[in-house]
């Protein structure tokens, strides 16, 4: 039979007391803190323990830093996106904004290019715009963007910063029609810069080309002659540079022969045009002055017919006398 002991002694009476233990390692931590911060002789020890404990800091940490990954990758890809498609919005409006740079920068150039022509020519000149180009294709007719309110007249001179473009052939108020030179129904009277040869030159319906078709084969013509205009039909003044000769083809059983030019001026690039003033009756106007006041001294002489309708016998005598006091008074001694 199992007997219990009957030991009533308390348990936790064994061993020091716990005042004694409490002072005991509070004693023993004040002097490791003392030891430690006047020597520094812990620091080893605390190395030694951090690394231990390292391994704890990782696995406690590896929680977290999984979930941040994972919410940081879904919501990184969905910035990325938007910022990419912000990022193409902006790119597309700078292309779009760089081609239209591009675009003014060459208008700039036409301008210029125009203006500096321009600058040599005593005449009055107005740039113009082309607003639209007749589609058919055997057509060469363009539209401006000035009209009569602006001065433009039928039969106007249009150039641009290279050669003669065409003529104006019809007129409203905001707008004119200017027929090309190389339309099939448009001739230019021209002549070869290099030895006066005088010719027309005919549109043909191709913007490249002009034909001469009234060039006889012993003419003294030849590839990259300058033609320029005569000034001979009235409306284009001379010495304006229309084409260069590309081809001179000379058939002995032939009378004329085959020749063609390519048209100077930009006729299928240029948007901006040149309008021109011709006024012929100012420069006649600086001779007119000086006959004026000649025209006087005529109405004078005719003065002097008293003497002539005196001449009868009668005026004989008062005749005389008047060409005593000429030079012929010496006679008479």
Known sequence: MVTLSSDSRPIIGHGPALGARFFFLAIASIALMVADHRGG?????????QTAVNPLYVVVQVPGQFWGWLTGSFSDRSRLRTE???????????RVKLLRFDALTEENRRLRAIRNASQGMGERTLIAEIVRVDVD?????VRINKGSQ????????????????????????IGAEIILISDNEHA??????????????????????????????????KPDDLLVSSGLDGIFPAG??????????????????VVEARPLAQLDRAREVLLLWVHPSTQPAPPEPAVKPARPAPSTAPASPPPTTASPATTEPTSAPEASDEPTTPPPP
């Open 150 to 173: 602006d001065g433009v007249f039928k039969g106007q001179p249009v150039l641009d910063a290279f050669g003669i473009v065409g003529q104006v052939t019809r007129v409203d108020e």
């Open 84 to 94: 990419n498609a912000q990022l193409n919005d902006e790119l597309r409006t700078a």
């Open 41 to 49: 002789y812990m620091e080893v020890t605390r190395s030694w323990l």
């Open 137 to 141: 294709p055997y057509r060469h007719r």
């Open 240 to 257: 304006y540079p229309v084409a260069t000769i590309t081809k001179v083809e000379r058939d002995p059983s032939a009378t004329f022969a």
């Open 188 to 221: 230019t009277p021209v002549q070869v810069n290099r030895n006066g040869i005088r010719s027309i030159a005919v549109g043909t319906g191709d913007i490249h080309r002009l034909n001469l078709p009234f060039l006889t084969i012993e003419s003294d013509v």
